[in-house]
């Protein structure tokens, strides 16, 4: 890794067309959207359009998801021939998860957390690292117990996200138990939640001590937040936000991406919620949106990006 800003996985977003923009703008480390270890097992052809990867050589780790140890490890090996890490999602809070005991709800149930883990760290030859929240229920506060053990399992890093599973991405992330767990372990801790800005990972980094930042719900619509954490954090020096111009190039660029891919008819229809994000906040991007989702070509998606744009 060139740096320690991370892109963390996000389902329905960190595509291979996200993450080749996340890539362009510095990011150390970009990881897939989570894979189920048994959607590959059983050969669903959805999972192999998940774990695409572009060969530029950019570093890029797959998160694995699911509860049985042989089935992990084996799916962990399987696999590890064609990613630079592999990162295991332990804090994963929808209900569909949750319910499978998988996800978070590996943190009600350390021993077995540990059995997945450490089966997986033997079997394989790249890094082994995991994801997990503060907690489960919204009193709990079980990460420093389960960094150790995490760490006592042989992973090579953790991520903690400051929230328990209870909050979902509601309230204020906890970054004080980030904090607590890199006191805890002697294994790298990369911090997330609530870094929306470059002064928020700065600060992470400053309160917590933590090795690294990993960026989530702040890069939607908004690449350039990996360029511009990494070069105040190399330099001090805060770059400038995107301007208009910036924003409607980007929109091409992404579209392009993603429709090389994945085609017309799936690209018009992801790239809506992607030019909701891009465009939030800015004058008639309510309408722009209203539009866009009824927009069903790639010419009338661009001729409504660049006309209502173009004419703020």
């Not at 362009?24 to 970009?30: D, I, K």
């Not at 090996?77 to 804090?91: A, C, K, L, S």
């Not at 590996?106 to 929240?133: E, G, Q, W």
Request: hydrophobic share 40%; aromatic share 6%; charged share 30%.
């Amino acid at each position: 890794m060139k740096n320690n800003v991370v892109m963390a996985p996000m389902a329905g977003v960190t595509d291979l067309p996200f993450r080749t923009l996340v890539h362009e703008m510095g990011a150390g480390l970009t990881t897939t959207e989570m894979v189920s270890a048994k959607a590959i097992l059983y050969k669903n052809k959805n999972t192999e359009e998940l774990m695409k990867r572009d060969g530029d050589g950019s570093p890029v780790a797959v998160q694995l998801f699911g509860s049985d140890p042989e089935i992990m490890s084996d799916i962990a090996h399987q696999i590890e021939d064609r990613f630079d890490m592999i990162d295991v999602n332990m804090g994963c809070p929808v209900g569909k998860i949750v319910n499978n005991h998988e996800g978070s709800d590996l943190m009600n149930h350390p021993d077995l957390a540990y059995d997945i883990l450490s089966r997986m760290v033997k079997k394989c030859h790249v890094p082994i690292t995991v994801k997990f929240r503060k907690g489960f229920m919204k009193e709990d506060d079980t990460a420093v117990e389960f960094a150790k053990m995490a760490e006592s399992a042989g992973v090579s890093a953790v991520t903690v996200h400051g929230r328990t599973r209870s909050q979902m991405y509601a309230g204020k992330a906890d970054w004080d138990v980030i904090r607590r767990v890199k006191e805890a372990v002697k294994i790298p801790v990369f911090g997330n939640g609530d870094i929306f800005e470059p002064e928020d990972a700065k600060r992470m980094i400053d309160e917590t001590g933590c090795d690294g930042v990993a960026i989530a719900r702040g890069a939607q619509g908004n690449p350039w937040l990996f360029k511009r954490t990494i070069h105040l954090l190399e330099t001090g020096d805060l770059l400038p936000k995107p301007e208009l111009r910036d924003i409607i190039e980007m929109i091409h660029r992404h579209t392009e991406l993603m429709l090389s891919i994945k085609g017309e008819f799936t690209t018009i229809r992801e790239m809506r919620k992607h030019i909701s994000w891009y465009t939030e906040g800015l004058p008639n991007s309510s309408r722009l949106r209203a539009q866009v989702n009824t927009a069903e070509s790639i010419e009338k998606l661009y001729e409504l990006v660049d006309k209502q744009l173009i004419n703020v």
